[in-house]
């Protein structure tokens, strides 16, 4: 069983930066995507940033520019570095680990960014 775990979120103004970070626990034997996703309120859950084990990368356009996602393979570690925080990056942001077909979820993290 994997477990997934993010931290990091909290309050910010806007042109601010706030970096996420998820670590998954357990024994992987497969290659895995790791990926960061957000809900803003009212809104459907959206990939924000994907990066395979072979570090091919993925950006949402509306975060292009702004945010890195990066991910640190002995650690099991995938960070999410968000810079000039907009108020329509506020949302709750999970972490996502897919193996093969499977997919594990954090709880996610709060993210708010104030005008």
């Known amino acids: 069983q994997v477990r997934v775990v993010e931290s990091g979120g909290g309050l910010v103004q806007a042109g601010g930066s706030l970096r996420l970070s998820c670590a998954a626990s357990?024994?992987?034997?497969?290659?895995?995507?790791m990926a960061w996703y957000r809900q803003g309120p009212g809104k459907q859950r959206e990939l924000v940033a994907a990066?395979?084990?072979?570090?091919?990368?993925n950006y949402a356009d509306s975060v292009e520019g702004r945010f890195t996602i990066s991910r640190d393979n002995v650690k099991k570690t995938v960070y999410l570095q968000m810079n000039s925080l907009k108020p329509e990056d506020t949302a709750v942001y999970y972490c996502?680990?897919?193996?093969?077909?499977?997919?594990?979820w954090g709880q996610g993290t709060q993210v708010t960014v104030s005008s």
């Open positions: 996502n680990i897919r193996v093969v077909r499977t997919d594990y």
């Open positions: 357990g024994t992987i034997f497969s290659a895995y995507t």
């Open positions: 990066i395979t084990s072979g570090r091919t990368i």
